[in-house]
């Protein structure tokens, strides 16, 4: 597998915990930044992310900011983007499950229910699972643009 990581300064601390993983896994990561402190517009890292995931044979991105919402906003302003921002790991697998999501987003500066790294692996490890799935998909990506 291969992923895309990106996040403002928010989000270095985390990106490093989710990237440490991502190795731990035996997934491919292909690192965007920030790797400092010192403060960055989240759009831009959402906007590289998203092109590099375009680019390549990714199989889904990570993005993180502080919250996770700007950055995930962000993404899922850019054409055939579904970035999810769960709440917990039920929530990290049925966006596979059900929305198919592409991205997942974090908080940096969120306390989460349960480590970030394992609500991430349910992500990873649940499968599409299709027909009436899709066809909410297909109507959610038919209201890109309007
Ligand atoms: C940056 O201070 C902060 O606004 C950003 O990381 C994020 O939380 C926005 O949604």
Do not use: W
């Not at 992310?49 to 199989?59: C, H, I, L, N, T």
């Not at 991105?61 to 993404?75: D, F």
């Not at 499950?97 to 991205?103: D, I, L, M, Q, S």
């Amino acid at each position: 597998m291969k992923a895309v990581v990106a996040n403002d300064h928010g989000g270095v601390e985390l990106a490093k915990t989710i990237l440490e993983h991502l190795g731990k896994r035996g997934i491919e990561a292909v690192y965007l930044g920030t790797d400092t402190s010192e403060s960055v517009d989240y759009p831009d890292y959402a906007e590289k992310a998203v092109k590099e995931y375009r680019s390549g044979s990714y199989d889904f991105g990570v993005l993180i900011c502080g919250t996770g919402i700007g950055i995930s906003v962000s993404a899922n302003k850019m054409k055939g983007i579904r970035c999810a921002l769960p709440q917990n790991s039920y929530a990290a697998e049925m966006t596979k499950r059900h929305n198919n999501a592409n991205f997942i987003a974090f908080g940096g500066r969120i306390d989460y229910p349960e480590p970030v790294t394992q609500i991430l692996d349910s992500f990873i490890d649940a499968e599409f699972e299709g027909g009436r799935h899709q066809r909410r998909i297909d109507k959610m990506m038919a209201l890109e643009g309007k």
